[in-house]
């Protein structure tokens, strides 16, 4: 918006909220639309950013159908909507497709170790079959499709009960609460920060590369080094580590070959993961903050009405 172009927003607020882009409300080139995209959508745009989806295993393990049918027909939508006008559009896949992979780290060209009828198959198939119908409209209507698979991403404004490792270690080591690993916290992760994600999706939307790509940060930590980098950055912080039950077809090791955006987009993320979470942890507490501000009123007003 800050370099001319209009952005129309659209969300059903599944996991969504309103407060991340009400800052934008009122800009000339802003509009939000409450819609779900499971139901089609009738507006002009040149380019079509598909990011409707839950991401986090306990969103999308409380409500599969849900997350199934965003990724089946909310894409099937996006595409005949993109078919309709004429528009470029980017498919949000995930390092998910890879499922618990047995090749690493994981290149496009591998396909992938997914249980079909696990607990997280709702998103890791709906991804699969996203990328599917985009590959095939583009085959059929002549679709203009880019797909990006994205690894972890973080940063501010992520959700605090958003339910994946960043958010709960950090608001464990903010309020000196256990931090709790589950597995023996060996499994790995990369973690990407949010911009540099950004960067990527623009880049590859700009870009004539049409196959799947990449995008994440191949830095690679194991999870109980990824808890004391967060309790270690956190000043102050009291809490322990301590390990929980497995969760069923958790990736064992998750890390990015980004050589396809590097040689075809020359992307690679700049952001290290101290800068990153320092700047995730200040917003976690400035949130932390507001969220007990809020509470204290509300107990203040309640205490008031009742005298």
């Not at 800050?2 to 599944?14: A, K, L, R, S, T």
């Not at 390092?95 to 994981?106: F, I, K, L, T, W």
Request: glycine residues 6%; proline residues 6%.
């Amino acid at each position: 918006m800050m370099q001319g172009h209009e952005v129309i927003v659209v969300d059903n607020f599944f996991t969504g909220r309103k407060r991340n882009v009400e800052h934008w409300f009122g800009h000339r080139n802003f509009e939000m639309i409450h819609h779900d995209i499971v139901n089609p959508l009738y507006v002009e745009a040149d380019e079509i950013y598909h990011l409707a989806s839950p991401a986090s295993p306990p969103h999308y393990m409380q409500n599969p159908v849900k997350t199934i049918k965003t990724n089946t027909l909310g894409t099937i939508n996006m595409l005949g909507l993109a078919r309709r006008v004429g528009a470029r559009i980017l498919i949000a896949s995930t390092s998910e497709v890879y499922g618990d992979p047995m090749v690493h780290p994981q290149p496009e060209s591998y396909w992938g170790h997914v249980n079909p009828i696990g607990p997280r198959a709702c998103y890791d198939e709906g991804k699969r079959v996203a990328e599917t119908l985009a590959y095939s409209y583009a085959k059929q209507e002549k679709v203009d499709v880019r797909v990006a698979r994205i690894f972890n991403t973080y940063g501010p404004r992520m959700h605090v009960s958003d339910g994946r490792v960043v958010s709960n270690f950090i608001m464990q080591a903010l309020q000196n609460l256990t931090i709790t690993v589950y597995g023996n916290g060996k499994q790995t992760r990369s973690f990407c920060y949010v911009s540099d994600l950004v960067d990527g999706l623009l880049t590859l939307m700009a870009s004539s590369y049409t196959l799947p790509v990449n995008l994440g940060n191949p830095v690679e930590h194991t999870i109980e080094e990824f808890a004391m980098i967060i309790k270690n950055l956190v000043p102050g912080c009291r809490s322990t580590v301590s390990t929980g039950a497995a969760v069923e077809d958790d990736p064992q090791r998750r890390r990015p070959d980004i050589a396809v955006a590097e040689a075809n987009l020359h992307w690679k993320p700049k952001i290290s993961l101290q800068v990153g979470l320092q700047r995730t942890i200040d917003y976690f507490r400035e949130e932390l903050s507001r969220t007990t501000f809020l509470n204290n009123q509300t107990y203040m007003d309640t205490k008031v009405n009742r005298h």
